[in-house]
């Protein structure tokens, strides 16, 4: 039966569709030795079985007509016509809306992802009106809804393994604490997140969630986490998950809020830029991927911290790995991030061996070149600048005297770097990716205001916390789970 004439919904964007239609959107690995899979196999896959990361074979593609048409929708409807060619009818329309309208209707703000404007051309998109005051919500409420729905349909249990360096955890937490079909275990750096992050994942009360403090960094996190999918009998036994950027349905998510501001800033006729606080590259690379799917972008900017590595390859063109200083933005204390695999199977003309050679050298050297050809390919893309912490201190101040915006840590440093590109003609979008209110301390020793919490969190600090300390070694951790989670051998 033509599913236009069946469901309401699909007629409302069906010229959408069409422009998508015969294009069967399958998922390929960035190391190209791994199957190919679909939409709900990438959802519930994690890491591919190759150590690589799924991405579409090809990019779904939408008109400027098509975006123009969208002008004046509401999020969850854009939400939905960019999500659909990805899902490739693999979820009912009416499901894939349903979930969408649930999993935004856990915001705090009517527009989702509202924009603010601070200066002639520039804007904040604020991306932290979810639960955990994160732009994390925007992709995890959506993604637990998926996986719930896809476990459903097959029947099937899930162990979800995640790393965190502070926020990802939390959101992910409450995305999934107290599913009957997942549970959750989440790797934290202990004692390098903000006290309100580690209390956002040490206080569930649902007894699927496993808060776990590892001694070392979210680098180690990291790490342990993809070593357990690498591990395949331990993967397969557990029926492991993942709900790190690794999984393309979180960067999938993330798309859909590049196309609702640049729409609300006029695209697709006129170019938007946009600035991304960035540690494992997957936001910024969801902006990327909007630009591959036909919205127009003029310059996607990666704003780091001290811990600068990906400033520094887009300038050297050397991806090298230098240890990891904890800053006053700690969710962007990292240094392998791993969504930048996915923007070199890119510019390597999707060569998987290449991939593959720099991953090795990665591993182990630390270090890898790209070459001249695929540098200038990222060039022609993206800008990069680090801020050091005296300059986030003082973003936060002078911006609030400015404008009487109060910035987090992590948005500072994308303002500071979106203030420095030269005057474009372009609109500059500055994603604020946390609350100021989950990093209070910094925030008051910048600027000497120490943000609340909404009243939904309201008793978070004196809440008793539920947390296990162990050793970044994956012996120790896949026990730990193997004891913990109800899926057993
Ligand atoms: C508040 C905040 N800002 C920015 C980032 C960096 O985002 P990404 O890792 O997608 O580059 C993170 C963590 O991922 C974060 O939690
Ligand atoms: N900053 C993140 C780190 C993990 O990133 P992810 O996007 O891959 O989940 C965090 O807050 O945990």
Known sequence: MDNRRRNPLIGLFSHAIDSNRGRQVRYVSTRGEAPELGFLDVLLTGLA???????????????????????????????????????????????????????????????????VQTGANSYILELFHGTTLAFKDVAMQLLARLMDHALA?????????GATSGDTGGAAIDAFGGRDRTDIFILFPHGKVSPVQQRQMTTSEHKNVHAIAVNGTFDDCQD?????????????????????????????????????????LGGPDRKISFTVPTGNFGDIFAGYAAKRMGLPISRLVVATNENDILARTLKTGRYEMKGVKATTSPSMDIQISSNFERLLFEVYDRDPAKVRSAMDGLKQSGAFEIEKKALAAIAKDFRADRVSEAQVA????????????????????????????????????????????????????????????????????????????????IKTVEAFIAQNARIKS
């Open 394 to 473: 003082k973003t936060i101040k002078n911006t609030l005297a400015e404008t009487g915006y109060l910035l987090d840590p992590h948005s500072a440093i994308g303002v500071f770097v979106a203030n420095k590109q030269e005057k474009p003609k372009a609109p500059m979008v500055t994603l604020a990716t946390a609350h100021p209110a989950k990093f209070p301390l910094a925030v008051e020793s910048a600027c000497g205001i120490a943000p609340a919490l909404p009243s939904w969190l309201t008793g978070l600090m004196q809440r008793e916390e539920r947390f296990e300390v162990l050793d970044a070694d």
């Open 49 to 115: 079985r190759d150590g690589g990361l799924y991405i579409p074979r090809e990019w779904p593609q939408f008109s400027k007509k098509e975006i123009r048409s969208w002008r004046g929708k509401t999020y969850q409807d854009i939400a939905f016509a960019v999500l659909t060619p990805f899902v490739n009818g693999e979820i009912e329309a009416d499901e894939l809306k349903r979930m969408i309208d649930e999993a935004y209707a856990t915001f705090r703000h009517p527009a989702v992802a509202p924009l």
């Open 153 to 161: 349909v097959r029947n099937q249990r899930a162990t979800i393994v």
């Open 224 to 264: 342990l986490v993809k070593a357990m999918f690498n591990d395949i009998k331990f993967r397969d036994r557990m029926q492991l998950a993942g709900v790190n950027s690794i999984n393309w349905a979180r960067i999938m998510a993330q798309i859909v809020y590049y196309f609702t501001s640049a729409i609300s």
